[in-house]
């Protein structure tokens, strides 16, 4: 699971310092996916034909994607395929990394008079670490079973070899013939047009979209996270040629956690919807809009456990949140693009005040019988935006640039500053493929994120934090 | 034995290309040749592609198979059956042109776009036309033949007739006479007499097609596409052109009884299943096969 | 008009027809023309060829009942005499005899499954028919290489069929196959000016040599070529042997 590292800089101290590196590190290396050598070994095919860049899609590999991971040709099929071909990539990055966290609580030091020292107290400064690491472990298994039944499964692991299973899924293609019907059950990607899971970005802020994850201070809705996997069934329709595309995804409002919740009965929907033109020479742009809509719990049967400890969400109690906006991937001829996404976000009242939050067991509200809201709490909204552009220099080279922004517009709790949880940031960075072929991929990376949040730093000020990384990003 | 002779044939063909290539004029193609043909356009519709602007799309879907100087020898060249296509020598399969020209920039474009069944050449059609044009254009600026020659005249297709139990019969009547079971069996199989041994033009094993298995045929699988193959044929490859000696109304008529021979449901295939139609026996005396 | 009758006056349009074509050569050419001729020989025994088995194809091994086919890739002659060798010239031609083009039609025919004559030459740009004598399906699919401007092609000929009618662009040797009848093999010779295919002696004439002195190519389709200087006088002839080993 994906947590942003700013919801945990409320606490700091010493340890606090510790877990936000821990954090980030962890951010680096958590999965992000699907560049998948083993189908251009299938299929022949060079990175480039499928991936802008890899792991990011292009449109061919995004109908590649919505036709069940086929070309929809004779070569889709296993049983047409060299008998020993396994469709098995991995993909780890080894990577150096800076990070610097202004505003960082840290003991201060006095003599105790006898040759040692003591903490005499505290103090806020600016934290910056460097050193080398890698990334975690991603297996990648996707395809086909047969024409029209694909499947993936990617175990994958943190930097420690710890894994999960990131993506479990099987999916039926081309329902009665008809590439409108496509369905889809497991563990999977919700259907972002920008899909953080193919960001062409490493680092620990600049790494996810901000967007796909975002919570105001204090929110206790850990769902509605568009970025990270999550466990349902998906229906899935395109046009023959991919330019109309809709989906539909019913959702276990357990953010991808496996293990039946006990009595959580929270389902959300997620739904988008895209139609793309064709522009001439400058190219095939799109535009879409989707909408994340449903209930989480807010309700535990047990008390609030200690980090970890298995909590039980209530029958009742279920609250509502929704995120919803426009995508838009805009192409000026074959060098430059832009994708743009936006968001208009709420959630309810109660996540505004805390409650919900079980999943990693620190469940800060329970929305028992005859509790009562704090007076004057409002359900908290925001609006967010994010623009990608890219240029492209060659299918080996691209320069990636990235803006984000959320606003919060309605705070929960009266009173709270108007900015407050507000998010600014900016990443910079290349890919560098030294060679382009379709059996293995292999860039250099090398990327700079700076990220900047309103009132929480430790002392209610804004906090910066920035990142510079370099490494090998490749899989085979 | 057969399999001797061929061994035979093919190092005698091995020192004849020896010998073809001490005469002049077989040049070979560099990127400087390129260059000189950069202005190439190409025109499908009211579009007009520049072999320039389709570079960058080049690179990034079509090298790896076709190659740098696309002459076919990109990194894949020796693990996808059928080989990838040497644009350098401007032979093409897929044409509305009789055999022995070359394809219309309309051939090219829709090749594109409907791809290759039971080949590694998917179906391009995320391209704009635009692009896709573009695309037309640099294919051309391999070959030196766009400089100097015109594309055939399509051949012309008469308007498709109402399929009847009588035309049927007749095109079983000319697949019997010019012989098509001689590759494709009696039952489309393609596993006729001589499907053993057929090789293309560059002497590489190739297969005819089998109507039974489900395929699409890679020109393309509309009545209209089937009726072009056999009516051009497919340059490169073994399956030569009727053009001279079926007419256009038997060739309907060919198209139609081509139908019953696939395992696609189609009303062609209804009517033969009424008839009764028995495959054609090559052993019978002519005119009664 | 009774068939005969017919054949008459179709024979002596030929005639006519070649006649004029005959002496609207000689007008082109300088007087005093010459000719080069000799005979290729094969040195030592001919190599064996192989009999073909044309059992795919029931017509043809009926029409091979008595005289079984076998491969032309040496066809020799009593007296060692090696035939199906082009000659050419590939050195001193100039003016009007390099530029000209050889005005006979020649056929090319498909019988019993073989291809008479196995080795065609031509001159560039010449005329020649591809027929048909079979009641079996040919496909008639010459394999040149289209960087010299020669440009594949691949026609039917069923039982009955038209004779296609073709020429070639550019010199080049080209190889031709029907796909149907694997063993049917033969050679398109295009060559630029005079030439000569020795016959089943070994025997041959470049005719329309002008004076000077030259280089006469042999071309074997498996025994390579050779090539040697001759002289031709105004109105005389030179000559070339030529002894090519089995390869």
Not at chain 2, 42 to 69: F, M, Q, W
């Amino acid at each position: 699971m994906r947590v942003s590292s700013y919801s945990r800089l409320r606490d700091v101290s010493y340890f606090g310092s510790l877990v936000l590196f821990a954090v980030t590190v962890m951010l680096a290396c958590s999965p992000r996916a699907n560049a998948l050598p083993a189908f251009a070994r299938k299929y022949g095919l060079r990175c480039s034909a499928c991936h802008e860049s890899w792991p990011m899609l292009n449109y061919f590999g995004q109908k590649f994607k919505d036709n069940g991971y086929q070309l929809m040709n004779d070569r889709d099929a296993p049983i047409w395929q060299n008998p020993s071909y396994w469709p098995v990539t991995f993909r780890i990055t080894p990577i150096w990394h800076r990070v610097s966290t202004g505003k960082v609580m840290v003991d201060t030091y006095g003599s105790n008079g006898a040759g040692g020292s003591v903490v005499t107290g505290s103090t806020l400064q600016r934290v910056s670490n460097s050193g080398f690491d890698i990334s975690g472990l991603d297996f990648h298994t996707g395809g086909t079973l047969e024409k029209n039944i694909s499947f993936y499964v990617l175990p994958s692991s943190n930097n420690a070899a710890q894994f999960h299973f990131e993506t479990v899924m099987g999916r039926l293609d081309n329902l009665f013939g008809s590439s409108w019907l496509n369905v889809k059950l497991g563990k999977f990607e919700l259907d972002n047009l920008l899909s953080e899971k193919r960001i062409l970005t490493l680092t620990g802020n600049g790494g996810i979209y901000q967007l796909y994850h975002f919570r105001p201070q204090g929110d206790g809705n850990v769902f509605g996270q568009m970025g990270d996997n999550q466990l349902g069934l998906e229906v899935m329709g395109h046009s023959w040629n991919d330019r109309t595309r809709y989906s539909a995804a019913l959702l276990s409002s357990v953010d991808g956690q496996v293990g039946l919740p006990y009595g959580s009965n929270a389902y959300s929907g997620f739904f988008t919807f895209s139609q793309a033109f064709d522009t001439g020479k400058a190219g095939v742009q799109r535009i879409g809009a989707y909408a994340f809509v449903g209930e989480a719990p807010t309700n535990w049967l047990t008390q609030t456990g200690p980090n970890g400890a298995t909590v039980i969400p209530g029958a009742v109690g279920n609250k509502s949140f929704s995120r919803e906006g426009f995508v838009g991937q805009f192409y000026f001829g074959q060098h430059v693009d832009l994708q743009v996404v936006t968001q208009h976000g709420q959630d309810s009242v109660w996540f505004g005040q805390g409650y919900g939050d079980f999943i990693d067991g620190v469940a800060s509200g329970n929305n028992t019988t005859g509790t009562t809201l704090a007076a004057g709490a409002q359900a908290p909204s925001w609006n967010g935006v994010l623009v990608e552009p890219h240029y492209i220099y060659s299918p080996q080279l691209i320069f990636i640039g990235r803006f984000e922004t959320i606003r919060m517009s309605q705070q929960s709790t009266p009173g709270t500053a108007s900015n407050f949880g507000n998010i600014s940031t900016y990443t910079i960075g290349y890919r560098y493929n030294p060679f382009m072929t379709s059996r293995a991929g292999f860039a250099w990376h090398n990327e700079y994120n700076w990220l900047h949040q309103d009132g929480t730093a430790p002392d209610g000020t804004n906090l910066n934090t920035s990142e510079l990384l370099m490494g090998f990003d490749f899989d085979f | 034995m057969q399999r001797n002779n061929l061994r035979k044939w093919s190092s005698v063909f091995g020192a004849a290309a020896v010998v073809a290539f001490a005469m002049p004029s077989s040049a070979q193609q560099t990127k400087y040749d390129f260059e000189t043909r950069m202005n190439i356009e190409s025109h499908v519709g009211n579009i007009t592609g520049h072999a320039k602007d389709a570079k960058p799309d080049y690179r990034r879907y079509c090298v790896g198979c076709h190659g740098e100087l696309g002459d076919g020898n990109g990194e894949n060249f020796p693990w996808v059956d059928p080989k990838p296509r040497n644009f350098q020598l401007g032979v093409f399969k897929c044409r509305s042109t009789p055999t022995g020209t070359l394809p219309t920039d309309q051939d090219l474009f829709d090749s594109i776009g409907r791809g290759f069944d039971r080949s590694n050449m998917p179906q391009w059609s995320t391209f704009t036309k635009q692009e896709r044009t573009d695309l037309v254009a640099w294919v051309k600026h391999f070959s030196p033949r766009w400089v100097g020659e015109k594309p055939g005249t399509p051949i012309t297709i008469p308007p498709e007739p109402e399929v009847t139990p009588e035309r049927i019969k007749a095109g079983r009547e000319v697949f019997a006479r010019v012989q098509c079971w001689k590759c494709h069996g009696v039952l489309g199989q393609g596993d006729g007499p001589s499907a053993a041994t057929l090789t293309d033009d560059l002497g590489r094993p190739i297969a005819p097609f089998n109507f039974a298995e489900g395929a699409r045929p890679k020109c393309g699988d509309t009545d209209k596409d089937i009726y072009r193959i056999f009516m051009t044929g497919l340059d490169g490859t073994p399956m030569p052109s009727f053009a001279d000696n079926i007419k256009p109304d038997e060739a309907w008529d060919l198209v139609f009884y081509l139908r019953t021979l696939m395992s696609q449901h189609s009303k062609e295939k209804a009517m033969a299943k009424q008839l009764g139609l028995k495959p054609v026996d090559p052993n019978a005396p002519a005119g009664q096969q | 008009m009774s068939k005969t009758k017919n054949f008459a006056v179709v024979l002596s349009a030929v005639v006519l027809v070649c006649c004029g074509a005959l002496i609207l050569g000689q007008k082109v050419n300088a007087a005093g023309e010459g000719k080069i001729t000799g005979t290729v020989k094969l040195d030592g025994t001919a190599p064996h060829m192989k009999g073909i088995d044309m059992g795919k194809d029931p017509f043809c091994s009926k029409a091979h009942a008595t005289d079984p086919g076998k491969m032309e890739t040496y066809v020799v002659g009593s007296g060692g005499g090696l035939e199906n060798v082009v000659l050419y010239i590939t050195e001193g031609l100039t003016g009007p005899a390099a530029s000209q083009t050889a005005t006979t039609e020649p056929v090319f025919d498909q019988k019993n499954c073989m291809y008479t004559p196995h080795v065609l030459a031509l001159d560039v740009d010449q005329k020649f028919k591809v027929t048909t004598s079979d009641q079996t399906t040919h496909n008639i699919h010459p394999l040149p290489n289209p960087m010299t401007g020669n440009i594949p092609w691949n026609q039917s000929q069923p039982p009955g069929a038209a004779p296609v009618e073709k020429s070639w662009k550019a010199p080049e040797v080209i190889p031709v196959q029907c796909n149907i009848h694997p063993w049917m093999h033969g050679w398109f010779v295009v060559v630029k000016g005079p030439y000569a295919t020795s016959d089943s002696n070994g025997a041959y004439t470049i005719n329309n040599v002008p004076p000077g002195s030259y280089t006469v190519t042999a071309w074997h389709e498996a025994a390579g070529t050779q090539t040697q200087k001759v002289t031709v006088a105004a109105g005389g002839s030179g000559s070339a042997n030529f002894t090519f080993k089995a390869k």
